[in-house]
């Protein structure tokens, strides 16, 4: 079949990667695609959220079967608009996809349906939301409702901080109308975990867990980012663990997402912050999550497609995920500044002097006259299985020292 991938990051990579693994697939396409996605696809000059445009492509190209990657074409709706012209398309549908794209959508979804989550409230009033400051303690945790990309969320540690915080979304609107709605929610001390699902038409099927490092720093300190480092499984996940986010998490989303009607086939990324070795759940994202992807591809033994088929179709089951026994790791190269300003178009070298069995997802590259050059924050994630976590670990840091561009950073803690 031909499939049609929509982004143009690690994630993306790591998604046409294991479907060109797949014998049911001759042709794959990704939409706008990187500099390392066009070795294993054919890279289409469309933007991810230009839904008309890929449309369009989809219906002249006779493509089979469409993936979504990145949020913002699920919250615009590209899985009803591709469904209403009879395309087959894996993805949160609009009305679903609230569940990433509205913060207060989705804690009011968790409250109904006691999915344990920090206290909040939300706001759109900034005169009411100070007032209720003092209801918190710190430090506590203010966030946009809408898609900010990774930038909505901010963790006050004083009165006067978060005061400046609502004034900045509610009043001075920098988020624009992303951020005209706010969060207030206590914060949670523990230890964060992802965990993606398959959905299919009311099934939730977890695959295995994985941990995502937030911060750019070494020592989880600095700003927040999209991730910059990831590996898999967390060894928080003990069948203790796994037994009560079944049971306190998992099948309290099955009903919600049954009473509210949110039907669909695709992904639900449960971000999980684990507290005294109990599960909350921080945020719902309804797309796989980047650099998780990179980690969990990997370690896939199913066939992704099958997979998707399935779940479209409704017949996937939990041992239908097959996965290996060796841990997954990747660590993320990013331009210097990132997540801040950085600059982009600088030479990329050392990929072809690495070992045979490091994999080298692309985030943000491009060719440039026959040249890799760097084309985002954050640039490759350089990827490995181990027999253990300490070995995928020895096999990346020995291999990620041959690799260089101007301003090259990368944390030295990740799975450490
Ligand atoms: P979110 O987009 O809601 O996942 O928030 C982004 C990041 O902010 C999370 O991955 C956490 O690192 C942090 N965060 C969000 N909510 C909380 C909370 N209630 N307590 C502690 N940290 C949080
Ligand atoms: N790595 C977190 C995310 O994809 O949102």
């Known amino acids: 079949m031909k499939v049609l991938v929509v982004g143009g990051g690690g994630r993306e990579h790591a ?20 500099g390392g996605i066009g070795e294993v696809a054919e890279n289409v000059n469309i933007a991810a959220n230009d839904i008309e445009a890929l449309l369009d492509f989809a219906l002249k190209e006779g493509i089979d079967l469409t993936i979504v990657g990145p949020e913002e074409p699920l919250v615009l709706g590209i899985v009803d608009r591709f469904q209403e012209k009879g395309l087959k398309i894996f993805g949160a549908n609009k009305k679903a996809a609230q569940l990433e794209g509205s913060k207060s959508f989705s804690k009011s979804f968790m409250e109904k349906y006691y999915v344990p989550t920090a206290r909040y409230r939300s706001y759109d009033d900034y005169n009411l939301a100070v007032k209720d ?20 969320v901010v963790i006050c540690q004083t009165k006067e ?7 900045e979304f509610l009043v001075d609107k920098i988020f624009g109308s992303q951020g005209c709605r706010v969060v207030i929610e206590e914060y949670l001390d523990g230890i964060e975990a992802s965990l993606l699902c398959f959905v299919s038409q009311g099934k939730l ?102 997979l998707i088929e399935k779940s479209l179709d409704g017949s996937i089951e939990f041992e239908d995920l097959k996965w290996k026994d060796e841990a997954c790791l990747t660590v993320v190269a990013t331009s210097e500044g990132y997540p801040a300003k950085y600059q982009k178009g600088f030479k990329i070298t050392g990929l072809d002097q690495l070992d045979k069995d490091i994999v080298v997802f692309h985030n943000g590259t491009k060719y440039e006259d026959d040249n890799l050059v760097t084309a985002g924050g954050r640039v490759i994630s350089v990827t490995s299985l181990g027999s253990s976590l300490e070995e995928a670990r020895e096999k990346i840091y020995k291999n990620i020292q041959k690799i260089d561009f101007k301003g090259i950073y990368y944390r030295k803690d990740i799975g450490k």
Do not use: H
Not at 133 to 152: H, N, Q, S, W
Not at 161 to 167: F, M, S, T
Not at 238 to 247: G, H, M, Q, S, V
């Open 133 to 152: 400051l003092d209801d918190f303690k710190y430090p506590l945790v203010v966030k946009a409702d809408g898609l900010c990309l990774g930038k909505g």
């Open 161 to 167: 901080e978060a005061e400046a915080v609502l004034k």
């Open 205 to 306: 099927i977890p695959m295995e867990s994985a941990k995502d490092y937030k911060k750019i720093y070494e020592g989880d300190e600095g700003p927040n980012t999209g991730g910059v480092g990831c590996y898999s499984p967390s060894p928080l996940f003990t069948p203790d663990l796994k037994e009560k986010i079944d049971r306190k998490v998992i099948k309290n989303i099955i009903q919600g997402m049954e009473e509210e009607g949110l039907f669909y086939s695709g992904i639900l990324f449960i971000g999980l912050m684990i507290v005294n070795n109990e599960p909350y759940v921080l945020e719902f994202n309804v797309r796989f999550g980047d650099p998780e992807t990179e980690v969990l591809m990997p370690r896939l033994e199913s066939d992704l497609v099958d």
């Open 15 to 34: 998604l046409c990667w294991k479907l060109a693994q797949s014998n049911k697939v001759y042709k794959i396409y990704c939409a706008p695609g990187n």
